[in-house]
């Protein structure tokens, strides 16, 4: 993982990349980094993706919930 510092720095190129125009695919296990830097969120487990929705409308909890495989359609 990256320290708070290389984080921030990480989340500051995403955003401005986006900004310009750009795809940016980022992985990540943390669903506040990917809530709060994606347009778009997909949760996979077990190599399948099992939730995909704008991050606008998506919930850190339920998002959890798909990536742990707890949230029942897995």
């Keep these: 993982g990256l320290d ?6 990480a989340a500051s190129r995403i955003r401005e990349l986006a900004a310009r ?5 980022a992985l ?10 994606a347009d778009r969120v997909i949760a996979l487990y ?3 993706a099992v939730f995909e929705s704008e991050s606008r409308g998506a919930r850190v909890a ?9 949230s029942g359609a897995a």
């Design 4 to 9: 708070i510092r290389s984080r921030k720095e």
């Design 21 to 25: 125009g750009a795809a940016v695919l």
């Design 28 to 37: 990540t296990s943390s669903a506040e980094d990917a809530l709060e830097l």
């Design 46 to 48: 077990r190599g399948r």
């Design 62 to 70: 339920d998002l959890v919930s798909m990536m742990a495989g707890t």
